[in-house]
């Protein structure tokens, strides 16, 4: 497997940014160049990467390409299909997003994320936004998510099914679907689940932690790795049965220090089960 985040300081080149890597110790990165890059740009990074044994993880679609909102729903569903053609261009893993969400907030619960119209429309958008760009050598993936498709092993099985493409896989966020205290306090074995069923389309995945608090009613909060009940050890075993080069990121950190602290948790765990990180 391998390990990679964000980096930090000034980055202007391929050559900054394969240092700033190295300097955090990662073999995999997040895409460092928007769909607004010329082709250049784009390829100049993409050797750097190759050269350098870095892979390219993914490259974020963020957005809300089932967005009640027309206008929300055709920009979102426009940035998809540019960033899945740069994720073929640069030669990254795959490009990610979540579903969306039927609200306001792009991110957030509605009360018609989990219904049946709701799955439908996803395989629809999804199939839209593969089909107008015909990826070969990258794939569209949705994160798993606690209240929008894919929220469990068997929803992601099923859209799987449903949309039908070749290019569609899988994007694996464990703490994303830790949304009860069932799953918390069993999270190895939904993470054993996750791969057992879901390991041949997993193409990355992130690393987070989350840390089920003493108050009422359910309260979960996301943490740094290391600082929360999430069972590393079996998410680095279960990894380590997948191809080599498949990325572990971390993310949603504030501060370079919480990346340092996060990877070298990471690497511990590793090292302390015999797993090989490139």
């Known amino acids: 497997m391998r390990l990679g985040g964000p980096v930090f300081g000034e980055i202007n080149d391929p050559d ?3 240092a700033a890597l190295k300097n955090a110790g990662y073999s995999a990165a997040y895409c460092p160049v928007s769909s607004d890059a010329d082709s250049a740009t784009i390829q100049s990074y993409a050797a750097a990467a190759s050269k350098a044994n870095i892979v390219i993880a993914e490259v974020g679609a963020w957005s809300n390409p089932i967005s009640p909102d027309d206008a929300i729903r055709s920009a979102a569903l426009e940035k998809c299909q540019k960033q899945l053609a740069l994720a073929d261009e640069i030669g990254a893993l795959c490009c990610v997003n979540i579903a969306g969400a039927r609200g306001e907030h792009w991110d957030g619960p509605h009360p018609d994320n989990l219904s049946a119209a709701t799955f439908d429309l996803i395989v629809e958008t999804t199939r839209a936004i593969i089909d107008a760009v015909n990826p070969t050598r990258t794939f569209y993936t949705l994160e798993t998510m606690p209240w929008i498709y894919p929220d469990s092993v068997e929803s992601y099985q099923a859209l799987i099914k449903a949309i039908d493409r070749p290019r569609f896989a899988v994007h694996l966020d464990p703490v994303n679907l830790i949304s009860s205290p069932q799953r918390y306090f069993d999270n190895a074995g ?4 996750c791969f057992a069923k879901l390991g041949p389309y997993i193409k990355s995945c992130h690393a987070k932690d989350i840390r089920l ?3 009422l009613t ?9 600082l929360g009940a999430l069972d590393y050890r079996t998410l680095l075993h279960e990894m380590n049965q997948l191809p080599a080069d498949t990325p572990l990121m971390l993310e949603h950190l504030q501060q370079e220090e919480d990346y340092r602290l996060s990877a070298e948790y990471v690497r511990s765990v590793a090292q302390e089960i015999g797993v090989p990180i490139i």
């Open 213 to 215: 608090s003493n108050k």
């Open 218 to 226: 359910v309260h979960l909060d996301e943490v740094r790795p290391g």
């Open 190 to 193: 939904l993470i054993r689940d």
């Open 16 to 18: 900054q940014w394969v």
